[in-house]
Structures are given as structure tokens and as C-alpha cells.
């Protein structure tokens, strides 16, 4: 019997969560932020490990990029998260008024 003669080019299948992670970073621009972030950041990182396991999947590069796009997304809304509050936090000092300060006297005990 006969095998079949097999080629020297292999082909590698891509990593699906790979493309899934590029895929939801890329999402989380257009409004989707925190439900594609992070779920994101897991596929990728998920997508990375097995890859490095079976080592005939490729993807790499779209796990690496769909985690790198959705940390720069999500470190750039912790900053204009605490920026945000930062602001507001001035303007509500700056534009309560001044409470002034209230005395309470107490009576004093009576005298024998």
C-alpha cells in the first residue's frame, strides 16, 4: 500500500480566540468599551497559551495586538476616569459654600 505523499508545507490552523480577542479590542472603540475589553484581554491571553501548548497554531500576532489594543484602551479609561472625578470634585468644592463653622454651648452644671 501506498501512502499518500505529504508536502513540506504544513498547514496551520489559526487560534479562533485569537481573532476573537483583535476582534472585541477593536469593538471596544466603537462604544462597547468594558463588555469588549475585557473579554478581550481573556481570549487573548487564553489564545496565547494555547498556542505556545500545541505549537502548530498560528494567531499569535492577533492575541498580541487584541491585548495590547484593549490595555492602552482600558489604562486610557482609568485616566479619564480619574480625571473626570479630579474635575468634578474641584468644581463641587469650589462652587459649595463655605459652611460656617457652628458653636455649641453646652449648659453648664449647676452650682451646689
Not at 479590542?25 to 497559551?49: K, N, T, Y
Request: net charge neutral; charged share 5%.
Amino acid at each position: 500500500m501506498d501512502t499518500p505523499a505529504t508536502s513540506s508545507l504544513e498547514i496551520r490552523q489559526t487560534e479562533p480566540l485569537a481573532i476573537v480577542s483583535f476582534v472585541l479590542s477593536l469593538c471596544g472603540w466603537f462604544g462597547f468599551a468594558f463588555l469588549a475589553w475585557i473579554p478581550a484581554i481573556v481570549c487573548g491571553h487564553i489564545a496565547r497559551s494555547k498556542i505556545r501548548v500545541a505549537g502548530n497554531l498560528q494567531g499569535d500576532s492577533f492575541a498580541v495586538s487584541g491585548l495590547v489594543i484593549s490595555y492602552i484602551g482600558l489604562a486610557l479609561c482609568a485616566v479619564m476616569l480619574v480625571l473626570f472625578l479630579g474635575f468634578f470634585g474641584m468644581v463641587v468644592h469650589q462652587s459649595a459654600p463655605h459652611m460656617p463653622q457652628i458653636q455649641i454651648q453646652l449648659p453648664s452644671p449647676p452650682h451646689p
